[in-house]
């Protein structure tokens, strides 16, 4: 069984402190687990108010040390009621008066998913410099919300062919930012019952406020926001898109945030919804030169030897590919394929049979917009 967490001085001077001890939790992602014994009373807390629960939460368990996957036990209200710690930002800290405290039905919740911290930045993203330009008004944002006022770039559209940068751009620019961001998949949303996907929406909303300014990005849109004309073919997705499409608007005002939506099937989006983006920001396959770029960049960190390979004429042949793909099913399956015949050295022929098997397999297919 595990311990329960453990109070530390709170008035120890935590930014002076190198103890892991002193830190103080940014964010505190709490699931209901119930009592710890059969028998014991029913009622479930209910948490109706929020901002008077997360005010209750802190005083209630300032200066725990807390780590994930211990416990967290209410002692007032519901004796003995335990709450899991499924996330929590940084690790093993302590529990402040100004630590974010949100309660997650599920341990799966999309909700839960939050990046203070990552390790993608704008380098990471080979190419896309159109894209990359266009970003800077939402760098400008981010870092100085208050600035912008009712002209702030709320709702920004990332388009363009699978596996482009995409999701990385979004994580770059939260860590050029330096502020969290929120990244769920457009199906996490779909609830399984009437009125779960607009609930789960305006929660994203409700804990992105909490946290503002933060990014909050949805892949995979065209799964929710699929034209109207075609839902039929889906579900009825209506409430969601209009659950959507309310928080889009700002008829409730939640200052510090941006949206990025992002799909690969732009012209299959609901209308209602494309309108809503104040900018659309494309996303374009790889040049001869950037694919390039993406071999010499990925093979720095092969665990073998690389024999040295005209990647000038390899990038030639590669054209039309995504950069998802370059890495995945290029690069990869090379260096899959000497490790299995347990050479040390991936070779240039590794990188042409790959390549040329991939090229030969979608060779049916648009020449000039290879998806794979």
């Not at 800290?93 to 909700?111: A, K, Q």
Request: charged share 30%; glycine share 6%.
């Amino acid at each position: 069984m595990r311990s329960i967490p453990q109070r530390v001085n709170t008035k120890k001077n935590h930014e002076n402190s190198s103890d892991s001890e002193g830190v103080a939790t940014e964010l505190l992602i709490l699931k209901p687990e119930g009592y710890p014994l059969s028998g014991m009373i029913e009622d479930y807390p209910i948490i109706e108010n929020k901002d008077v629960f997360e005010c209750y939460a802190r005083e209630q368990w300032s200066g725990c040390v807390v780590r994930k996957g211990e416990y967290l036990f209410d002692r007032r209200m519901f004796p003995d009621f335990a709450y899991k710690i499924i996330e929590i930002e940084p690790a093993e800290s302590v529990i402040g008066m100004s630590t974010s405290i949100v309660v997650s039905e599920e341990e799966n919740d999309p909700l839960a998913s939050t990046e203070f911290k990552n390790p993608v930045c704008f380098d990471s993203v080979v190419g896309q410099e159109l894209a990359k330009q266009k970003c800077r008004l939402i760098e400008r944002f981010l870092e100085e919300p208050e600035r912008f006022g009712k002209w702030a770039p709320r709702n920004v559209l990332f388009f363009g062919p699978s596996g482009t940068g995409k999701t990385m751009l979004a994580k770059a620019l939260a860590t050029k930012t330096e502020v969290p961001i929120i990244p769920v998949k457009a199906t996490q949303l779909i609830g399984e019952y009437v009125g779960d996907g607009a609930r789960q929406i305006h929660q994203l909303y409700d804990r992105a406020e909490e946290m503002a300014p933060c990014i909050v990005f949805i892949d995979e849109l065209d799964a929710i926001a699929l034209d109207r004309r075609f839902q039929e073919l889906r579900g009825d997705v209506v409430e969601i898109v209009n659950a959507l499409l309310t928080e889009m608007d700002g008829i409730d005002e939640r200052a510090g945030i941006c949206t990025i939506g992002s799909t690969n099937r732009v012209h299959s989006l609901d209308t209602a919804v494309r309108s809503r983006f104040e900018e659309e920001i494309e996303f374009i396959l790889p040049g001869v030169e950037e694919i390039q770029h993406i071999f010499e960049l990925n093979i720095e960190t092969f665990p073998l030897e690389v024999e040295p390979c005209d990647f000038a004429a390899l990038a030639k042949k590669a054209v039309g590919l995504s950069g998802r793909d370059l890495v995945e099913k290029v690069l990869k399956t090379a260096l899959h394929r000497a490790i299995i015949e347990n050479r040390e050295t991936v070779t240039e022929k590794d990188f042409e049979t790959t390549l040329s098997k991939l090229i030969k397999k979608d060779e049916n297919r648009n020449p000039d917009r290879l998806y794979v």
